[in-house]
């Protein structure tokens, strides 16, 4: 089948990614994976189990040594930065192993993710986010301020890791699959609370595979499959084009 791919100016937009290559040891994952997120967009990154989803956001954040393409995130370039100098300039990153401080409190795992305000190019204050409007975005938490991290639901540990990286303030977060292995309420939860981030104004790269889910926040969508693009376009056309859904997403 012929690819299907849009447009969408890079030169504008907060996180740009062109020509991604990406290996695991000598396996090449990703090829010349071109994608880029605007400010206030929720952007799905969309696929089958093993299409290179996971391996692209891990790319972005420089948790593979072994990757070659230009990426650039609020005009700075980062094809090259370290994992935390590229958090420090306000890009989060979500796991879809989750990965909270076991030992750690839910307070103590906000502690550690913690970050300085952050404005925007024009001025204007980007998100600030406290535990407090965290415990009102995720009224769980609230509930367990003092509790191990290690003693927390499946669904409950997701959020905790969600808040930890918006402790961050970050102005994008690369969000790993945040609706795979959890309870239907918590995936119903985590589509609200994607859409409040969007209308706080943070953007988000979302690795899916649901696409109902994907449909609920997601205004563009990416598909992968083995390391390339397929399809690039709004969430309104790949839902209408079934004959993409059908090569590259049913299972």
């Given at each position: 089948?012929?690819?299907?791919?849009?447009?969408?100016?890079?030169?504008?937009?907060?996180?740009?990614?062109?020509?991604?290559?990406?290996?695991?040891?000598?396996?090449?994952?990703?090829?010349?994976?071109?994608?880029?997120?605007?400010?206030?967009?929720?952007?799905?990154?969309?696929?089958?189990?093993?299409?290179?989803?996971?391996?692209?956001?891990?790319?972005?954040?420089?948790?593979?040594?072994?990757r070659?393409?230009?990426?650039a995130f609020?005009g700075?370039?980062?094809?090259?930065?370290?994992?935390?100098?590229?958090?420090?300039?306000?890009?989060?990153?979500?796991?879809?192993?989750?990965?909270?401080?076991?030992?750690?409190?839910?307070?103590?795992?906000?502690?550690?993710?913690?970050?300085?305000?952050?404005?925007?190019?024009?001025?204007?204050?980007?998100?600030?986010?406290?535990?407090?409007?965290?415990?009102?975005?995720?009224?769980?938490?609230?509930?367990?301020?003092?509790?191990?991290?290690?003693?927390?639901?499946?669904?409950?540990?997701?959020?905790?890791?969600?808040?930890?990286?918006?402790?961050g303030?970050p102005?994008?977060?690369?969000?790993?699959?945040?609706?795979?292995?959890?309870?239907?309420?918590?995936?119903?939860?985590?589509?609200?609370?994607?859409?409040e981030?969007?209308?706080?104004?943070?953007?988000?790269?979302?690795?899916?595979?649901?696409?109902?889910?994907?449909?609920?926040?997601?205004?563009?969508?990416?598909?992968?499959?083995?390391?390339?693009?397929?399809?690039?376009?709004?969430?309104e056309?790949?839902?209408?084009?079934?004959?993409?859904?059908?090569?590259?997403?049913?299972v």
């Amino acid at each position: 089948m012929a690819q299907v791919l849009s447009s969408n100016p890079a030169s504008s937009a907060l996180l740009s990614v062109q020509s991604l290559n990406a290996w695991y040891g000598a396996a090449q994952i990703l090829f010349n994976v071109d994608l880029n997120v605007h400010r206030g967009e929720v952007v799905a990154l969309m696929g089958r189990n093993g299409a290179g989803k996971s391996t692209t956001l891990k790319a972005i954040m420089g948790l593979i040594p072994k990757r070659r393409g230009q990426l650039a995130f609020m005009g700075h370039d980062i094809s090259t930065a370290e994992p935390h100098e590229i958090a420090v300039r306000g890009l989060g990153f979500v796991p879809e192993d989750r990965r909270v401080f076991a030992d750690l409190s839910v307070m103590e795992n906000l502690d550690v993710g913690r970050q300085p305000a952050r404005t925007w190019p024009d001025g204007t204050a980007a998100p600030l986010w406290t535990p407090e409007r965290l415990f009102k975005l995720f009224p769980n938490l609230g509930e367990m301020p003092n509790r191990p991290g290690g003693r927390m639901s499946g669904g409950e540990q997701q959020m905790l890791t969600v808040a930890r990286t918006l402790m961050g303030n970050p102005y994008l977060v690369l969000l790993d699959e945040p609706s795979e292995g959890v309870a239907p309420v918590i995936v119903e939860q985590m589509a609200q609370m994607i859409l409040e981030l969007k209308a706080q104004g943070v953007s988000i790269l979302l690795s899916e595979q649901n696409m109902h889910f994907a449909e609920l926040v997601s205004d563009r969508a990416y598909v992968l499959e083995k390391g390339q693009i397929r399809f690039d376009g709004s969430m309104e056309a790949l839902a209408a084009n079934e004959a993409v859904r059908q090569a590259y997403l049913s299972v």
